[in-house]
């Protein structure tokens, strides 16, 4: 009996050894095959986002300690830095590229790239209204074409401008019912014109973008 007892015991070792032997191999398999989810991780700290971010609060923060040499009042800078350092905490704890959510009632005109692409540049995309771009894509910032209406400009544009955002960020789109104006969840780290960036900014007008065929890597 106790031949048996020790032979069945044995038996049920081997067959855990060879449960775990299993999974063990099923994880290597996986670490080869499939890498983890936190490896693809952005560490946007080492971006030159971060750099530039980091030094213009190091300018405003000069600014607040002689601010008869600055050309901002005291309340400019203030609000600046808030922009600014929530632009850096986005940076320093985003798990994912920039995204961008459009919520306009209209087909947005975006700037992305795929993040181990940034050397081809931004390419001109069009995302769809409730969309929003995959989080394996870097959404940098949007278009905003002739005649769009902004926070305190509701005359319309005379020429189209961009908006850029720092990577990380979760950027809204919306359009406000009653004004017709087109506002964004968090503050552009950047409004730019033609030339002021090599981004394709071409004369389009909203009924433009709204011919367009949504084209954008959007999240399934």
Known sequence: MFVNKFCTLKRINIMKLLRIALVSLVLLV?????????????????????TEVTQAIDNLVKL???????????????????????????????????????????????????PKKIAQGNTLYFLGNGQVTDDDWDCDGVYLPVGTKLP??????????????VDGTQLVATTNPETGVVEFNVTPANVL????????????????????????????
Do not use: F
């Open 64 to 114: 607040k300690e002689t601010p008869a040499d600055s050309q901002y009042t005291p309340e400019q800078i203030e609000r600046k830095l808030g922009d600014l350092k929530l632009q850096k905490y986005i940076l320093e704890t985003a798990r994912n590229w920039a995204q961008c959510r459009n919520e306009t009632g209209k087909t947005l005109a975006v700037y992305g790239h795929k």
């Open 152 to 165: 305190g400009d509701i005359e319309g544009l005379t020429e189209p401008l961009a908006i850029k955002v």
């Open 193 to 220: 014109k033609a030339g002021d960036i090599n981004w394709l900014m071409p004369n389009l007008t909203q009924a433009d973008i709204d011919a367009k065929v949504p084209d954008a890597p959007i999240e399934d």
């Open 30 to 50: 996986n670490l080869v095959i499939a890498p983890p989810s936190w490896a693809s991780k952005p560490n946007l700290t080492q971006s030159t986002d971060y």
